[in-house]
Structure formats: structure tokens, C-alpha cells
């Protein structure tokens, strides 16, 4: 009797079926506690694939805020774009590339494919449940939190590229490293490939998703070249920011964001492990404001918003390696030492004449690299050592520089990647999509 | 002994009361449970509101980004207004008129009333708790998720009809529409009304909210008439937007916003629930996007990133509907169809002289209605028929047709609906509020 | 049997440590469930914590959106310093200083020190759970919760002193106000401190860390002095926004923020609680926002956007120390009654020769004892009397006042505290920090 009593207030809750073969009403109860639990696992995963949703409006805000006003629509444009074939092609090929259940070369690269099964059949199986009842998400939660990751790694490639690359190739660029390229490092490490079978540790993408990006905008942006009058021979000509309000709302919308990248990175809800996650983020991030600005007042002899923002962007792609294992205080250094290599990145990049409109190779490259290597530094897990850190980080670095770069070579043969000079000098916004982004022509 | 240590245990939870009953440990903890399941789908609920709270900002910047610079205050004034009142008007008359306990007309029209018992009291009724343990949240939750939803749709008509309107008659207007008229089809089908017997499904407003606002809209501008200089004998003559960073930032923020909308209607957290909203309703997104960039490219010559920001909205306004019963690669044909939707029907509506500056008929209305008919075409619920989908989409944009055109042609009759032809050449800005949005005359 | 199977489900949610003395299944089925209320209410103060972190982009927006173009860099500057600077001050002193284990006077003032013991050690001790079991949070969420609060109070100053200040002056003010002062009167209260021990209720900080800002800032302003050029011989000159869309923006952020800034100070993810505090607060923040249009409309005759988006603030303000206590009509009334009171007092401190750009001093100060003398007015909760309300909110905003006089003036002497008139004319953003905000010199 009681049991049915039980059974009755369970098919209340729609967990019926999970009981079938539930004996007693201890063990009833015991799984409707893991049932809420999987719910709570599972909600916070998918708050934290909205977060990283928002940090694609924090992008496009940056580069279009950081960039010259004439190319400002260009540039959103692409961004809207990336995300859009991003999460298409990461649910069309990404998704299984990435945590591949086969290898096509053993633990290096595996082939995509759609969703399937379970994915696409609302009946059949609804959860992503494992026999030990371990699940803290659905398919579905996984797949559309990894999803918008991917497209972060294209993203931070379209601030580098700004102001002169051409739309069509740039879109078709996009889409081979989102969906083919991204996936392979992917797999690296988060699909169980070699780097983690050598202990590598990343815990949310220091290497895999910044590292990457960086140095897939590094490759693009030496096929590419710089803009036209940035280096002349009476030296580097400052191209000042259209709309700081604007880069700066792009900057705490990635902020923001970063504790869904970072803190749903945990994969669960677990109080102590987002709560740890959440602190050395968000501290990472502060220090490196605090960095940036320091080191730019000595450097720049001025308090320059631009590198406190790039800054605390900077201690937040630095922490996001050992965001989990690294202590409070030490996130404080984490963060505070990339403020300082985010400044010294960026002044040595455009006195090596590389242009990166944004500073994303700085920011996400060679932050990314940091990052990676803080594990080691300051991190106490076990079997984690620097040697692998930086064999990992170089690997994952390496392979996004010599694909990007060939791709994009490629691509440059084959249909051009640079718009005219004549369009570049007029800007893109018009050149290209025949509308500037700001109409102040009224009485 | 061992009931006594749970019902300790319990207390410390703060849950004594519901266990005054409970003859046994078992049900203790199993009511426990419960309790703590109720706390998860009442905290998503309220997330969700916060969610959709945010896509008031949403609208706000796209319809001012979209606009002329010299009616930006203007926009921005109603948007906040709307948002206030509705929420009021909500607590005041609208929830109850929508969610009926007694019907004035059975299933038809329910007289509102404010927020009573329960709702009012903290100490006598503190669950919206059913006797069947099936509670989800509290009425509170259900009401503040309510009325961040009523106010939608007096805001879709704001951007339709800005630029001209007069403020106050506007005022009078969106007053009577969010309170009054928005919760009389709500109650066909959400408060258990005519439509929700004939099985029609709508499952988080496709119709109830975005064609319902879509057609209200399309009433006004048909009252109100073009703006001047739109139309002319010389052809049609595009007005450009002002600020387009200020769009995609309002759309980026409708798209976050949307993770609420849809996701919370789950009305719970449940976990394969709102995995599933979440992945239909970014792709169906996404893919809009792509549908009109390809089909504005093919169609008008250039990437349009006002087209590409509509196609967005346009997807998700698309899978509102069955963004719970739509599996997720059909979610990619909702979005990509009403991304081509949105473009044709924004220039229909151009060469046809109705002049909706923002597109929220085209968005709204017409992919409102395209997305309740999606649930029976691709959706898999038994008992839903094209015939009824038509029947109810087709009712509810009627009813907000004609109720509109009614309500805003009485105003028009009593007090005119739109500003002196000086007044819409000088800008609503200076000769409503007295004040520009944006002044730059600084040395 | 029975419980070895227990035990081993329990393992998979890695739970174990908790129950090695459980001597039941029920009692560890109990323990379970804790767990997981523990999980949802812990992650409710994260994500709270994340809503409060955004507010930090509503202060910088709105302060630059209403401030003068030339301005804009270094108001936001100074917004990304202060929140860098007060979650590092926070975790060093401020947590410790205001939650204090002991107190250096008694009740009065506590020493801080950095975060130790169990906040720093990931192992020793990963809980903050007491041994009743009654703990909502971890340690690590309590303290990134409340680091979020404590800049806060700086950055609301930030405003009022915003396009004369010095910027170095300010920064040192800055942290001292944020790291050393606030902790003192938040001790008062949340920390355990005298005003706790007299009954006074301050739910989330109307005057804890609202009141406390504004009437720090009117003691600034009055040591800095008003901008040259706003109070003539001729009269009062208005001085006009440069960007009321970023200001629209930034307040909406605020009132999303105001979800976590209010909703996370239940202090757990409580149905009832939480759910009727959104209902307060947001019903507040939208009476605020109607009860300023009207009044703007009726003293300014005109409908003014700023003081509309002022409204809206002053509610939320207003509602912030009762908005667990105060019924939701009642919130109808506390914030409709904020809303008239900030466009009185904005006309007052006009009028007095008091300068502040953004009506800080209006929304926070004033309405920050409005708001906490709501509490005694409309509230319900036993022990809370007007007297010590008043008697609270006063000694909070003495202090403040105070201590932030004392502390700027000194700087004042020692450093200066205002940019010279010439750098103000220019603006500061050339003049401190070589920059414009915008550039727009595009062909």
C-alpha cells in the first residue's frame, strides 16, 4: 500500500518508468533523489550554454567597438554568421568528431556525423543515462553547450582578420575550422585522444578553444597582411576605435559569459566545484584588469581602456586551463601575469608588424599558452607536469597554425582573401553590404 | 526515534509543515524530495521570467537601432512604458482574465481581477501546491513569468508603428491591448479555453504571443498610415537604420531572452524537457539566420545584416510553437523556411505600402503563424491537425485584427494617433520629449 | 544488502564521505536529499552572484550614457577599475571585516584579513556546511556573492563625481571606500554587528549598501565641487546626455541584476522566498519607473526617458531593504512613491547647487532610506519599528557621509581631487587618458 502510495506520487513527476523495477520504497526514493539531482546537474548546464550564447553578442561588440566605424557592420555580420553555421555544423559533423565513440586513427581523428539515435528520438531514450546513474545532463544539454563553444574558436579568429579580410572566403574559411578543423584538437583531450591519455589537463579550453583560435589568427593574419597605412615607414600608425561604450559592453558580456564557459565546464552542479570554479574565474579576470592597467601606465605612460579590457579578458583565457584546480590566491598571480603578457603581447605583435585590429592572438593565443602552463605551475593535481602542459598546448597550437594556415592559403589561391584597396580605404559596411552601421544624417 | 531525527532533519529545511501527516520515515523523505524538486522547477521558472524580462531591452534597442536617430528617445520611452504598464495592468486585471477560474463566456471571455488570496498573503497559502504533490512553482513565479510574457506583445506593435505614432494615443493603446485584449485569446488556449479543447497546440506562444502581436500590429499601421517619404511616386524609398550595433545587441539579447520563453514553458525543470526546447530552438535561431542571409543575398544582392538579425527572430519565432514536439532536424527546416519567409514577406509588405519600420509584422506575424502550423507539420502529437492549427492561428490573429484596429481607430477618432507631418520631420525626440538621444556637440 | 546497494548509488553522486556514519538507508537517503537542496541553493547564489557581476555594465553604461561624450573613456575606466579593485579588496580585507569571527569593538568594527582556512584548500574542508545541516552555500559562493555587492557602493560615487574628478584621487578614494569603509556598516548588520542586534531590517541594502553609496557620494560631491558651467548666474544649464540608448541599456541590466542583487539575498533557492521577492522587486522597479513618468510629466512637462529610466531605479532601490516582507501591493506603493520622490529630489540637489551628472545621489541616497523606512511602513515583520529603522538608516548614511568626506578631503589636500579646468573643458577622455571614446572620422 504504501508502496503504491509511493509509485503514485513518483508517476506524478513523470519518472514512472525509472521505477518499474524498483523493489521497495527505499530504493524508489533512492532514485527519485537522483532523478532531482540529474535535474539541477542538467539545468546548469544548460544556463551555462546561454551564458556562452551571450558571449558571441560579446565578440561582435568588441571587434565592431575596437574596429574603425566604416567596417562595422562586416564585421557582425560575420559574427552572426559564425554562430549560425557553427551550431549547425557542429550538430551536423563536430559533435561525434569531437567525442568520437570511433576512431578512423586511433585517439588523433575521428569521423563526424549527424546526430543520432537517441539525439534525435524525443521517445526512444530520453536521457543520457549511464547503467551506474551517473548522467548529470541529456544528449541534448551536451550537445548545445559544446555547440557554442565551437563557435568561439572561429570568432576569435574574425576580430584578428577585421577591416580587410573578403566576406565570402572569410564565411568559407569560418565554416572549415569550426566544423573540421576545431573538432580534431577537440578530440585530443575531451574525446578521450592521446593528450588525454598522457594526462594533459585543460580543464575548459585554455588550449583547446583559445589556444586554438589564437593561433588559427595568427595563420590567417600573416596569409592575410596588415591593414593598409597601419605600418608605414614613419612607423606604426595608431588606428583608433570606433565606439569604446561598445567594446566595452562587449567585454563584460564575455565576462559574464565566463561563468558558463568556466563554471558549466564542471559538468554537473556540484556546489563546491562550480562555487571554486566561479571565484578563481572571476578573480583571474579582475587581476587581469588590474595587470593590464599597471603595465600599460608604465608601458603606454597612459590608463588605456583598452588594455584593462583586453586585460581582464586576458586573466580570464589565463585561468581557464586550471580554473578547477588552481587555489584562490594563486588564480590572483594567474590572472594579474597575464594582464602584464597581454600588454608587452600586444606591443611586441605590432612592432613585429603583425595587425590584429583586436589583440585576440594576444589574447587568446598567447594567454591561452599561459594558461595552459599554470596547470603545471600552480595547479595541485596529480600526474600533471609541465612537460606535458606544454607538449599539449604546442601540439594543440601547432595544428591550428599549420591548418589555418593552409586553409586559408588555399583559399587565397583559389578566390583571393583580401577585399581591394579601394574597398578597404571606402570601408566594408558599404562596400560590401551597400549599408553603414550608423545613419546620422537627420535634422 | 529514527521519524524523529528526519523530522529534525526536515525541520532544518524548513519544510515541517507538509510533514505533520506523514505516518512514516519512508514518506518523510520521499515528501522531501518532492519539496526539493519543487524548489528546482520554481528556480527555473523565475530564471526564465529574468530571461524574458531581458527581452524588453531587447526590443527597445532593436526598434531604436533599426530607426531614424531622431525618434530613439521616443522608441526607448514607450518600450519602458510598456513594460511598466503591462506588468501592472497583469497583476491588476490580466492574470486572472487569462488563467480563469470563472468565465464570463464559457471558454470564451473571463472577467480579470487582481492578484487575490494566495497570491497576496505570505503566511496563509505559501505553494501554489496542488493536493496532488504536483506543483511546479509558486503562483507567484507563475505570475511574474506571465506578465514578463503579456507585455511582448504590445511591444512587437510598438516597432511597427514608430516613428508617427503620437505618444499618449500609443500609450492609451498598448494599455488596453497588453491588459485586456492579450488575455482573452490567452485564455482560449493557455487558461483552458475553446482552443485548448480542440487540441490545438501552441506550446509558448507562436500564435497566443508573436502573430497575436504580429496582427495588432499590422491593424495600427493599416490606421496609422506610412511615414512620410517612405512611398513615393518615385518608388520606395529605404529608410536606414541608425544604429546597427544597437540591433544586433537588442537581437542577440531577444535570443538569450528566448532560452527563457521557450524553455521556461517546460513549466518544470525537467531535465530531457528543457534539453530538447533549448537545442530547437537555437538551431530553428541559427538556422533563420542562415535562411535569410541566403535568401536576402539571392534576393536583394547583398549580405543584409538587418535581414540576417531578422531571419534569427524570425526561426525563433518560427519554432515557438513546437519547440517542444518538433524533433531537432525538422527544427532546422522551421528556422531555415521562415529565415525565407521573413525576407519575402518584408518585401511584400514594402511593395504594398504598409510600413512597418522593423519588420515585426513580417517577424512576428507571418512566421507566427508559419510556426503554429509547423507543429502539425513536423511535430509528432497525437491529435494535432493542420485544420485545427489553421483554425487557431487564424482566430487569434483575427481577433487581435480587428480588436486593434477597433480599439486604435476609437483613439484615432477621439484624439488622433499620429504627430503633426513638422513633428515627424523635426524627430519624436526633441518635439515629444524635448531631448535628442544622442548629443555630440562636446569640443 | 539493501544498503550496500544504497551506498553504492549514494558513491556514484560522489557523496560518500558524508555518509560513512550513516547507520541506515533511510537516514543516508536523507543525507541525500540535503545534498541536493544543498546543490540547488548554492547554485542559486552563483547565478546570483553572475546577475550582480552584470550590474557592473549597467553602472558603467548608464553613468556613460548620460555623462558628456568627452567623458565616456574615463567613466567606464574607472567602472572596470572599481570592480577589479573591490573583489581584490574584498578577498584581502572586506569579507573578513564584515563577516567577522571577531571583533576588534565590539559589535562596531571588526579587523579583515585575506580568506583562509577552508577557503583557500580545495580538500580540507570543500563545504561551508555547519553541522546542522542547514547550510544554503559553500564559502567560496558567500564570498563572490558579496565581493559582487561591496564594489558596488564605490561605483555608485563613480557617477556623482563623474567629469571633474581626478582619476589617480579617485582610484585611491575608490578603494579605500570599497575595501575599508563598506565592511564597517555592512558588520553593523549582516555581519551580526549592534543594528542586528536592535531588530533593524535591511533585507538586501537599501541602506547597507544603496544609501550607504549615495550619501558617500554627496559628501564627494561636495568636496569636488560642481562642473564648471552647470550652475550660472543665468541660471541652472542643463547639460545633456550623450548616449541614451547605452543609459537604457545599462539601466536594464541594473533591473536584471537587481533579480540576483535581491532574489540571492534569500540566501537560497527557497520557492516561496525567492519567487516573492522577484514579484516585489520587479513590480517596484515598473511602479518606480510609471510613478517618475508621471511626475516628470506633471513638474517638467515633458515625458522625460532619464527620469523615466531613473524611476525604475529609484523603485528597485526602494524595495531592496523590505522586498522579503513587504506584500506585493505594497510594493505597488513603495515603488510608485520612489519614483516620485527621485525626480523631487533630482529638482531639490539641482537647486542646492548639488551637481551630480547621473542622480545617484537621488536614487541611491534618498530612495535608499525611503526604501528602508518601507520596511517599518509596509511591512509585516514582527520587532521592526519605524524608530530603529530611522534610526538605522540615518547612522549608515552618517557614517558614510563621514567617513567618505574625512577620506576625500584628505586626498583633496594631499593630491588634489579635481582635473583643472582647462582638462575639463577638453574632456577627460583626451586629457587623462589620450582617447576618445568614439571616433568617427571615417571617409
Request: negative net charge; charged residues 10%.
Amino acid at each position: 500500500m504504501r508502496k503504491l502510495l509511493l509509485f503514485t506520487a513518483l508517476s506524478a513527476l513523470g519518472l514512472t518508468s525509472a521505477y518499474a523495477q524498483a523493489e521497495t520504497a527505499g530504493a524508489a526514493t533512492t532514485d527519485a533523489v537522483l532523478d532531482v539531482k540529474f535535474m539541477i546537474d542538467n539545468l546548469w548546464i544548460l544556463v551555462s550554454a546561454a551564458l556562452v550564447f551571450i558571449m558571441h553578442l560579446g565578440f561582435a561588440s568588441v571587434e565592431a567597438g575596437m574596429c574603425q566605424r566604416k567596417n562595422t557592420v562586416n564585421i557582425m555580420f560575420k559574427n552572426v554568421f559564425i554562430v549560425c553555421i557553427g551550431a549547425v555544423g557542429y550538430m551536423l559533423w563536430g559533435f561525434n568528431a569531437m567525442y568520437p565513440s570511433d576512431w578512423a586513427i586511433s585517439d588523433v581523428f575521428a569521423v563526424g556525423s549527424g546526430l543520432t539515435g537517441a539525439a534525435t528520438d524525443a521517445e526512444a531514450s530520453r536521457f543520457y543515462l549511464s547503467e551506474s546513474g551517473e548522467a548529470a545532463y541529456t544528449i541534448w544539454s551536451d550537445f548545445i553547450f559544446q555547440a557554442m563553444f565551437a563557435a568561439t574558436a572561429a570568432t576569435i579568429v574574425s576580430g584578428a582578420v577585421a577591416e580587410r579580410v573578403k566576406l565570402t572566403s572569410f564565411m568559407i574559411y569560418a565554416t572549415i575550422l569550426v566544423t573540421f578543423l576545431y573538432p580534431v584538437t577537440g578530440s585530443w583531450e575531451w574525446g578521450t585522444g592521446w593528450l588525454d591519455k598522457k594526462d594533459f589537463a585543460d580543464f575548459a579550453g585554455s588550449s583547446l578553444v583559445h589556444a586554438f583560435g589564437g593561433f588559427a589568427a595568427l595563420a590567417a593574419v600573416i596569409v592575410l597582411g596588415p591593414r593598409k597605412g597601419k605600418f608605414t615607414k614613419d612607423g606604426i600608425k595608431p588606428i583608433l576605435p570606433s565606439n569604446l561604450p561598445l567594446a566595452n559592453i562587449g567585454v563584460f558580456l564575455l565576462f559574464l559569459g565566463w561563468f558558463g564557459f568556466n563554471g558549466g565546464s564542471v559538468l554537473s552542479a556540484d556546489a563546491a566545484g562550480v562555487s571554486f570554479v566561479f571565484v578563481t574565474t572571476a578573480m583571474a579576470g579582475f587581476t587581469g584588469g588590474l595587470g593590464a592597467i599597471a603595465t600599460s601606465w608604465i608601458v603606454l605612460k597612459k590608463p588605456d581602456l583598452s588594455m584593462a579590457l583586453n586585460g581582464m579578458l586576458a586573466g580570464l583565457v589565463g585561468i581557464t586551463a586550471g580554473a578547477d584546480t588552481i587555489p584562490p590566491y594563486a588564480a590572483l598571480a594567474v590572472g594579474s601575469i597575464a594582464g602584464v603578457i597581454v600588454v608587452l603581447s600586444v606591443t611586441f605583435f605590432d612592432k613585429i608588424k603583425i595587425d590584429d585590429p583586436v589583440g585576440a592572438i594576444s589574447v587568446h593565443g598567447v594567454c591561452g599558452i599561459w594558461g595552459t602552463l599554470c596547470v603545471a605551475i600552480f595547479g595541485t593535481t596529480e600526474g600533471v607536469t609541465f612537460g606535458v602542459q606544454l607538449l599539449g598546448t604546442l601540439s594543440i597550437s601547432a595544428f591550428a597554425f599549420i591548418t589555418s594556415f593552409a586553409v586559408f592559403y588555399a583559399i587565397k589561391l583559389i578566390m583571393g582573401v583580401r577585399v581591394d584597396e579601394q574597398e578597404e580605404h571606402e570601408g566594408l559596411d558599404v562596400a560590401e553590404h551597400g549599408s553603414p552601421a550608423y545613419n546620422d544624417s537627420t535634422p
